[in-house]
């Protein structure tokens, strides 16, 4: 499984901005897609997670202003950020975690992308 990040980018608080992630590759039961971030300084933080019948999960600090959703039949998770603060700045890594088909089971973790919100 390959994971492609895209959407970062500067924005002013209170601003918005959209992740994208696809997967591609051999994807199996792609049981869980999320996004995590990263802070300078700080340790690796769940952002949200979405499974593949559509419940999510997020990180109390984001809810009410992030949205996580998925595409099934294109393997993409998307992350839609609303009224960005300037601790939202950190880099945003996609995650995916299944099983393939007759194989093991995996976690898989995109590039990451920036996003930086100014005050």
């Known amino acids: 499984v390959q994971l492609q990040a895209s959407g970062g980018g500067v924005v002013q608080a209170g601003g918005s901005l959209r992740l994208s992630c696809a997967a591609s590759g051999r994807t199996g039961s792609m049981n869980s897609m999320g996004w995590y971030r990263q802070a300078p300084g700080k340790q690796r933080e769940l952002v949200a997670t979405?499974?593949?019948?559509?419940?999510?999960n997020y990180v109390d600090s984001v809810k009410g202003r992030f949205t996580i959703s998925r595409d099934n039949a294109k393997n993409t998770v998307y992350l839609q950020m609303n009224s960005l603060k300037p601790e939202d700045t950190a880099v945003y890594y996609c995650?995916?975690?299944?099983?393939?088909?007759?194989?093991?089971?995996?976690?898989?973790w995109g590039q990451g992308t920036q996003v930086t919100v100014s005050s």
């Open positions: 995650n995916a975690r299944g099983k393939l088909v007759f194989g093991p089971e995996y976690n898989r």
């Open positions: 979405i499974t593949s019948d559509g419940n999510t």
